[in-house]
């Protein structure tokens, strides 16, 4: 049943995998081409110098467990996750933790403006806003819930929650169009993890491809798409051109193609496509926003801070100066923390740093970064202890994925538009997941209009993808589920 040349899939992500597991296991023959020297793309299981401990240094949840294909493989082929239900804390520049009844409402208040507020002023009210209105005019405004029954001084603890959902979003909530904030049809309920993070997701996913026959090639970065026409000027066949991590090219014709590059990726490497892709496909790939996400994860032996399962770091109240860089973060912004203790049992504390901060962190040097975030800990979590009572890291780890040349930032975000420039909107999502000439496909978060920077998105799409292909070569045989997924 198999072709003489296979399918190329381009990325070994959670949307190459899943991609690749749909055709391999119709019977056809799938190569996957991965730039790097793992699987996996933004989802990265990254082992401490504890070699037992592993913290996910890309993604880490599963977003809204309610009608999230993820949950459902993870309930038929018995990968084991929990329910991740956090309970915050606030904690004050000095030290001090914010009293429990007014954090809850805070974070009820943030909830309800990030989620119901802004997405009701998008869609339901009397004028759609404009292309060119941000995000953060209505879940900023004065109407709006996170500042619902506050007292003045109270009010920048709540800003502070506010403005770390840039971290969300990966762009400042001034870039995100409001617009459109919302109009996704997501999954719901509370978020998941899977017991030992994500890794058990993908050990999953590369053990199924093996044994369907995929061959998977590492260090083997794609630099060339060309299309090849036949005798009747139809597209035939593709020729796809690597260089490996020895410098050599090699080249590989394949009957059909899946292109998972990134979003940030695509920006940058357009160029590869021989011809090249349609106009509207380069103008959607140019409209889309492609955010920023880091992370700062510090390891220690043991735990020796108060227990939570996120804290928000709050700035002083009287400073105007940002604490979520070495210098110059945003002013009013907190820092989210999350303790790997009480989801993982890993003595980690991990730092969410996102949008224009995460964009800026990636400029400074680890050596600037890993004794100022020894420092913040110490100074949020560390009050009323020694100095010698707080022992020294383990681990500390930054990520950079603007810096990463096979990521180029995190994921997703549907920007404003300046007036008179062509609108971004979530039509920019379905162009990029049409096929060109039939013969070659796209797969990848940025690809679903409606799970856009998520990993259910990735492997939807990569399902999505996977479907057309094996129906188009055939022989889907009895038992391979077929994703419902359109877009
Ligand atoms: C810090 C961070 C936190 C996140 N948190 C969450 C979360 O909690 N929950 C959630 O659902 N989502 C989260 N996400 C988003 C999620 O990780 C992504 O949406 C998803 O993993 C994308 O999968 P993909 O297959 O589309 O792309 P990728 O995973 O990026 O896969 C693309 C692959 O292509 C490869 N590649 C790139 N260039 C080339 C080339 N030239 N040749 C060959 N291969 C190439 C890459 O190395 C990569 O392996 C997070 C992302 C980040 C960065």
Same mark, same amino acid.
């Given at each position: 049943?198999?072709?003489?040349?296979?399918?190329?899939?381009?990325?070994?992500?959670?949307?190459? *995998?899943? !991609?690749?597991?749909?055709?391999?296991?119709?019977?056809?023959?799938?190569?996957?081409? /991965?730039?790097?020297?793992?699987?996996?793309?933004?989802?990265?299981?990254?082992?401490? %110098?504890?070699?037992?401990?592993?913290?996910?240094?890309?993604?880490?949840?599963? =977003?809204?467990?309610?009608?999230?294909?993820?949950?459902?493989?993870?309930?038929?082929?018995?990968?084991?996750?929990?329910?991740?239900?956090?309970?915050s804390?606030i904690i004050k520049h000095?030290?001090? *933790?914010l009293?429990?009844?007014?954090t809850?409402k805070i974070g009820e208040n943030n909830v309800r403006g990030f989620f119901?507020y802004a997405?009701?002023?998008? =869609?339901?009210?009397?004028?759609?806003?404009?292309?060119?209105?941000p995000l953060s005019k209505a879940f900023l405004d004065l109407?709006s819930p996170v500042f619902s029954?506050l007292?003045p001084?109270n009010v920048p603890y709540s800003v502070a929650v506010a403005k770390v959902y840039d971290g969300w979003v990966g762009a400042s909530l001034d870039q995100t169009?409001l617009?459109?904030w919302?109009?996704?049809?997501?999954? +719901?309920?509370?978020?998941?993890?899977?017991?030992?993070?994500?890794?058990?997701?993908?050990?999953?996913?590369?053990?199924?491809?093996?044994?369907?026959?995929?061959?998977?090639?590492?260090? +083997?970065?794609?630099?060339?798409?060309?299309?090849?026409?036949?005798?009747? +000027?139809?597209?035939?066949?593709?020729?796809?051109? !690597?260089?490996?991590?020895?410098?050599? #090219?090699?080249?590989?014709?394949? %009957?059909?193609?899946?292109?998972?590059?990134?979003?940030?990726? *695509?920006?940058?490497?357009?160029?590869?496509?021989?011809?090249?892709?349609?106009?509207?496909?380069?103008?959607?790939?140019?409209?889309?926003?492609?955010g920023a996400n880091n992370k700062?994860?510090?390891?220690?032996?043991?735990?020796?801070?108060?227990?939570?399962?996120t804290y928000l770091f709050a700035p002083d109240r009287d400073s105007s100066e940002g604490m979520t860089l070495?210098?110059g973060g945003t002013p009013g912004r907190g820092i989210c923390v999350v303790? /790997?203790?009480?989801?993982?049992?890993?003595?980690?504390?991990?730092l969410f740093i996102g949008a224009d901060d995460g964009d800026a962190l990636?400029?400074?040097?680890?050596?600037?970064?890993?004794?100022?975030?020894?420092?913040v800990?110490?100074?949020y979590?560390?009050?009323?202890?020694?100095? !010698?009572?707080?022992?020294?890291? #383990?681990?500390?780890?930054?990520?950079?994925?603007?810096?990463?040349?096979?990521?180029?930032?995190a994921?997703?975000y549907?920007?404003t538009?300046?007036?008179?420039?062509?609108?971004?909107?979530?039509?920019?999502?379905?162009?990029?997941?049409?096929?060109? =000439? /039939?013969?070659?496909?796209?797969?990848?978060?940025?690809?679903?209009?409606?799970?856009?920077? %998520?990993?259910?998105?990735?492997?939807?799409?990569?399902?999505?993808?996977?479907?057309?292909?094996?129906? *188009?070569?055939?022989?889907?045989?009895?038992?391979?589920?077929?994703?419902?997924?359109?877009?």
């Amino acid at each position: 049943m198999s072709e003489k040349r296979p399918v190329v899939i381009i990325g070994g992500g959670i949307s190459g *995998l899943a !991609a690749a597991n749909q055709i391999a296991a119709a019977g056809h023959r799938v190569i996957i081409l /991965e730039a790097r020297s793992r699987l996996g793309g933004r989802v990265h299981p990254f082992r401490l %110098s504890d070699p037992k401990y592993t913290v996910d240094i890309g993604a880490s949840w599963i =977003h809204g467990v309610i009608g999230n294909p993820l949950v459902e493989i993870a309930k038929k082929n018995e990968l084991p996750f929990e329910i991740f239900a956090p309970d915050s804390v606030i904690i004050k520049h000095d030290g001090e *933790l914010l009293d429990a009844e007014l954090t809850r409402k805070i974070g009820e208040n943030n909830v309800r403006g990030f989620f119901d507020y802004a997405v009701a002023a998008a =869609h339901a009210g009397p004028d759609t806003p404009s292309p060119d209105v941000p995000l953060s005019k209505a879940f900023l405004d004065l109407a709006s819930p996170v500042f619902s029954g506050l007292s003045p001084t109270n009010v920048p603890y709540s800003v502070a929650v506010a403005k770390v959902y840039d971290g969300w979003v990966g762009a400042s909530l001034d870039q995100t169009s409001l617009r459109w904030w919302g109009f996704e049809r997501s999954t +719901e309920g509370p978020d998941a993890m899977f017991v030992g993070g994500y890794g058990t997701l993908l050990n999953w996913l590369e053990k199924n491809a093996r044994s369907h026959g995929v061959e998977i090639i590492l260090n +083997e970065e794609v630099v060339g798409v060309h299309a090849v026409c036949g005798p009747d +000027e139809e597209v035939s066949h593709i020729i796809i051109t !690597a260089k490996n991590a020895s410098g050599n #090219t090699n080249t590989y014709e394949a %009957s059909h193609a899946i292109v998972t590059l990134p979003l940030g990726v *695509l920006k940058e490497k357009t160029h590869i496509f021989t011809p090249p892709l349609p106009p509207r496909r380069l103008a959607s790939i140019s409209r889309l926003g492609f955010g920023a996400n880091n992370k700062i994860i510090i390891a220690y032996d043991q735990r020796w801070w108060e227990p939570a399962d996120t804290y928000l770091f709050a700035p002083d109240r009287d400073s105007s100066e940002g604490m979520t860089l070495p210098r110059g973060g945003t002013p009013g912004r907190g820092i989210c923390v999350v303790d /790997e203790t009480s989801s993982k049992g890993i003595p980690a504390l991990v730092l969410f740093i996102g949008a224009d901060d995460g964009d800026a962190l990636e400029k400074f040097s680890d050596e600037e970064l890993k004794p100022w975030a020894e420092g913040v800990v110490k100074q949020y979590l560390g009050a009323g202890k020694k100095n !010698a009572d707080i022992p020294p890291p #383990t681990d500390v780890v930054i990520t950079r994925w603007r810096s990463d040349p096979y990521a180029r930032g995190a994921y997703c975000y549907i920007p404003t538009t300046t007036p008179g420039e062509e609108e971004c909107t979530p039509l920019d999502f379905a162009e990029l997941a049409r096929p060109v =000439h /039939e013969k070659i496909f796209f797969a990848g978060e940025h690809t679903h209009m409606d799970w856009y920077a %998520s990993v259910h998105g990735a492997w939807a799409s990569g399902m999505r993808e996977g479907d057309r292909i094996a129906a *188009l070569l055939g022989g889907v045989p009895d038992g391979v589920e077929m994703s419902h997924s359109k877009l």
